[in-house]
Each structure stands twice: as C-alpha cells, then as structure tokens.
C-alpha cells in the first residue's frame, strides 16, 4: 500500500473540494490554521509542510497556484523514479495538472481526481497524452527491466514506429499502440536483455525463501540464490521480495541479498511455516528440532507465494545457507510476511520546524507510530497531526525507550523522538543499554532485539545556543551535565575541575532542577580559580520556540536565579571574547587565525 494523498488546501473556499478529492483517493485534507476548517491536518507554514510532505514519500496534491508547489519541492528535487506525484489543483478544480511528470502514477492519479471534480487532467508525458501508456510505469505487481530505454521506444512510437508484443503485457489497453517490428515489448519472468528498441517487463511473481546460519557471508548466500534462479531460468526483476523465518529478521546475509536485489523482504514464524509441511520437498527433522518448522526456505517461499503456488526450485545448500524458489499464479501485489520492525531515535532539533533535518521529517512522517516525552512531540505540530503516538512524563525514559523497542519488536516503524540530538544525553544511548542487556537481566525481547535501529541526527541545544550567540565553540569544547540523577556527584565534580584547567569552553546542559540548584553555583565557583569574572556566560532559553530568550552574564554576574530546566548555559574560555554588533552582543572563541597570520607577517 503507497502513501496516502494530502490534499493542502490554503483557503477556506477549496475546503469543500479537497473533502471530495480526499474521498475519491482516500486521500487527507491538510489546511493551513485559521482559513480551513474542517480540514484533517492543520499546518502555520505552507511552503515548509509541503516540503516535508514530498520528503516523506506523500502524494502532495495543492489546490493552489503551480508556482508555490514548485518553489516548495523544488530544493529537493533529485530522482524522479523515486519521487512521490505532485499535482497542482486550480480551485476550481477544472484544471489537474502533474508537474512532475507521470512518475508513481501521477497521471493516472490525475485522471482520477479529474473523473472525480469534473475538471480535465493536463498531462504533459508524451506517451500518455498520445498512446494513454506510460511504458515506464507498468503497474503494481510488474517492473521494467531495463527504464533508461522507455524513453528511445517512445520517441520511436511518437515518430510512427510499430511495437511488436511478445506476452501478456501489464497495460490495461494496448490498442493505442500501432504495430509493427520497430520495437519490441517483452512480458516474460525469464532474464531476456533489453536495448533501446526492446523494452523487458517481468511479472513480480517469483519468491525466494532463503535460511542462513548466524553469521552466514552475504556473498554466500548471494551467490546461491544466483545459482538457483539461474538454474530457473528467471530473471531477478521477476522476484516479488526474499522471505525467511523471524529469527533471522537482523542476520546480516538476509538483509544484504534483498538490498542486492532491491526487493522487500518478509518474514514468518515457525507456526506459519509449520503448515506449509505437506508442500516442501525436503522436510527435516532437524530444522523442526532447532527452529520449530520442517523448513525455513522451501517454507518461507511457499508462503510467501501463496495458495496455488508451486516450487520452481527445491531447496539448495552451500556450508550456511539454503535458498528455494517458488511461483504465485500471478504478480504479487500483496507482499505477504511481516516485516522487520524499524527504530528511528529522532532528533528533532531545539523544535523550530526550520532548524528540523529532512530526514528527521521524513522519518516522522514515515513512523507507524510516534514515542516520546509529551512536549517533543508536541513541538512536531502539525507534522504529528494524525499519528498514533504513545506520551511518557519526563522521568519515564527506561520505559519510553523499552516501549519503542517493542512496538518495532511487532514488525511496525516506530519514531522515538528527541529533543536536540539524540545522541547527545538523549535516548539512543538508553535504547542501545538495553538492546545490550540480556532478556533476563532488564534487557528488551528477542523480537526487539532483532529490530532494525537508525539514529537520525539532530542540532543539539549547544549548536543551536552556539548559532545564536555567534560562534563560542570555534575552539575546543565539552559538554557537562550538571544532573546528578545517573551520574554520581563526585563525577561530576571530577569533570568540572579538568574542563576548568583544560581551559575548554563548556556548555551545560540539565544545569539546575525543582530540587538541585546548588551545582551550578559550584561549577561556577571552580571556574572562577581558573578563568576570569569576566569571562562571557550565555544563557539561552527555550531555544528555536516562541519563548526563545537570550541573556548574556560574567561568571561574576551569573545567578541560579536566572536559569531554568530550559536553559543551556555556555560559559566561554579564557580566550572567548564578546563583541557588540549594531546593539547585538555575540560571542565568539578565536582559533588562532589571527595569530599565524601576525607571525606569517613578522616572518615576512
């Protein structure tokens, strides 16, 4: 199933239409706050939510001019076999128009917003709007094998070339096309080569059920599976997706022979392989004894290929891996199986949507479901609009990690979001602790265990603090938690007293709490025997959110008075200098540019 359509709507009038595209596409109405009501989603900023629609892979439909979803998609715009449709509406919706071609059913998407609002599709791709066919895009269940040579065979047809057919074809109607022996449109699962004459479609109807021994080399079972389809003689575009046992849902080998043949891969558990006994071939014993099934790849193939379905290829062995090859009656549309659950630790910044990453967005946007401290995703906005998401209190982040893990554990793509970055004193490291712990020993589930994780970096508080004061850290720095919650206090006291004689610039997170307000005091007395009372502190506030302030104190003047639990506290070098520019005070830390510069000039 693709992603579902958003429908942005930017005034109050184009309300009523998107709620009828939405219906005829099962489509989202997202509204920009104040102008739509009744709208599904509402967004502040148009141009960045629709950018954030197109980075993760929505439809993005606008009822608006051309122009403003161009200039919105237009700095990310890179591949177009991968890119979702984008299609301008006018708001009276007699004009739909595809701006980025046909790509992912852009035209026929148009077609059916069109049949829908009355209005006409201006599509733009020369074969749609002569032969109604786009050739590079074949449908569900179907793939080109060779799309750089689509383009050569249209011209050939628009220049009134023939095609000659050879099977059946994924093409509704193929009655437009005028025959002939100038090109060739091949429908086959066998590996035929194409050429810029000769356009190769396979039926995705192929399943490849692999097993692997733990730590099985990916070439190894890479190689088998060559082996096997070659012995077919079936072509790798044929394959509908690799497909094995959830207990080798992160065993690198199977992971690596789908990404080389760019298809899904699925797994089953032993129960469901366990009746598909009666089919295989070669049932064992002793795979039943160590994993609870008569065979993983004959199994998992079978499975996955469905009632009616027959093996092509029984099971076949190297030293640590099996592979078997069966057929579906048909394409396969539906990848059966579940899949391997995904963590994203999202950071998501100081929470100005501007100072978020794509890829944050993206995986956001992406997530089945989102997790984390109630306020962080509260300062997603409109991004979380619509997602299920799971709030835990500050205090709860054991659980709050525990809890993603396990929910991926089920096969879903979970979102833990984070503030800043999240590596930095952040969640990662918990999510990585427990994934590190034994089951009996606090540690999460084996399904958990077997999930797949990604960091997706943020701007942590000290680079966004750092953006806004000027540049405090252009020399060496560290980072100081003044929480003494999991890190005990003599620690801490240890770290400051060798960042001050170290001379590093230090930028303190957690500096004080409801009940510890006294370390800051302290971290700043032993500063002030290693550095100046004038040394330049900042104190930067509820960063990239509405409430943002920035003050600028000494380490004489510096008060606990002034800071909160929303504070990121910087305190300069003995090199760090403050400037005022136009009425603005900035900080920076000199790197010595100016130094060798003199003693160049001196030495001249």
């Known amino acids: 199933m ?31 706050s104040g102008r739509t009501q009744g709208a599904d989603v509402l967004f502040d900023d148009a141009m960045a939510h629709m950018a954030g629609l197109f980075l993760a ?70 074969g749609d709007a002569a032969f109604g066919i786009a050739l590079d895009e074949p449908g569900p269940g179907w793939v080109l094998q060779n799309p750089q040579d689509a383009k050569p065979v249209m011209a050939a047809l628009l220049a009134g070339g023939g095609a000659k057919v050879e099977g059946r074809l994924p093409f509704a109607d193929l009655s437009p096309l005028p025959d002939g022996d100038d090109v060739r449109l091949v ?62 849902m992160d065993e690198r080998a199977v992971t690596a022979i789908a990404d080389h043949f760019g298809v899904p ?79 994203d630790i999202v950071g998501i910044g100081p929470g100005d949507a501007g100072m978020r990453t794509p890829d944050a967005t993206r995986a956001v946007h992406a997530a089945d479901e989102l997790v984390g401290y109630s306020l962080y995703i509260d300062l997603l906005g409109p991004l979380a609009a619509k997602k299920s998401a799971k709030a835990f209190p500050l ?94 206090r003599s620690a801490i006291l240890e770290r400051l007293e060798a960042a001050a004689a170290g001379d590093f610039v230090i930028s303190f997170y957690n500096p004080v709490s409801r009940t510890r307000r006294d370390l800051l005091e302290i971290a700043r007395q032993i500063l002030l025997r290693h550095r100046p009372a004038t040394t330049p502190v900042a104190l930067a506030v509820n960063l990239g959110r509405p409430e943002e302030v920035i003050r600028h104190r000494t380490l004489e003047t510096l008060s606990v008075d002034d800071v909160d639990m929303l504070t990121t506290v910087v305190v300069g070098s003995t090199q760090t200098r403050s400037i005022d520019l136009g009425g603005t005070t900035h900080v920076y830390t000199p790197r010595g540019y100016a130094k060798r510069i003199d003693q160049e000039k001196g030495a001249a």
């Open 2 to 32: 693709g992603a579902r359509p958003a429908i942005v709507c930017l005034t109050g009038s184009g309300v009523e239409l998107a709620a009828r595209i939405a219906s005829a596409i099962d489509g989202e109405v997202h509204g920009i």
């Open 395 to 488: 205090g709860d982040e054991e659980a709050r990690c525990r809890y993603a893990l396990e929910r991926a554990g089920e096969g879903d793509r979970i979102a833990l979001v984070c503030s800043g970055d999240p590596g930095i004193y952040a969640m990662a490291a918990l999510v990585f602790e427990l994934l590190d712990r034994d089951t009996d020993n606090g540690g999460v589930s084996n399904a958990a265990k077997r999930v797949h994780v990604n960091v997706v970096p943020g701007v942590s508080a000290m680079q966004s603090a750092a953006a806004r004061l000027g540049a405090p850290l252009g020399h060496d720095f560290c980072a100081i938690s003044l929480s003494d919650l999991l890190t005990p």
């Open 265 to 343: 891969v699925r797994f089953f558990s032993a129960a469901e392989l366990e009746r598909q006994t009666p089919n295989l071939q070669n049932p064992s014993e002793l795979v039943f004894s160590e994993v609870g099934c008569h065979g993983v790849s004959e199994g998992a193939a079978l499975a996955a290929a469905g009632e009616g379905s027959a093996l092509v290829v029984a099971k076949r062995k190297s030293a640590m891996a099996t592979v078997a090859v069966a057929r579906a009656p048909a394409p396969i549309t539906q990848i059966r199986g579940k899949r391997r659950g995904r963590l």
């Open 57 to 126: 892979g929505r439809p993005l439909i606008g009822l608006c001019a051309a122009g403003i979803l161009i200039r919105a998609v237009s700095p990310f715009l890179a591949d177009k076999t991968s890119e979702p449709p984008v299609i301008a509406i006018s708001e009276t919706g007699l004009q739909v128009i595809p701006l980025l071609g046909g790509h992912h059913g852009a035209n026929l998407l148009a077609g059916t917003i069109s049949d829908a609002v009355g209005g006409s599709a201006i599509v733009s791709t020369a």
């Open 187 to 248: 429908a086959t699962e066998k590996p035929v080569a194409g050429d810029d004459a000769t356009l190769v479609y396979h039926p995705q109807n192929i399943c490849l059920g692999v097993g692997a021994s733990r730590n099985c080399p990916p070439q190894e079972l890479i190689d088998l599976a060559e082996a096997a389809l070659d012995e077919a003689g079936i072509a790798p575009g044929a394959l509908a997706g690799v497909f094995s046992i959830d207990l080798k």
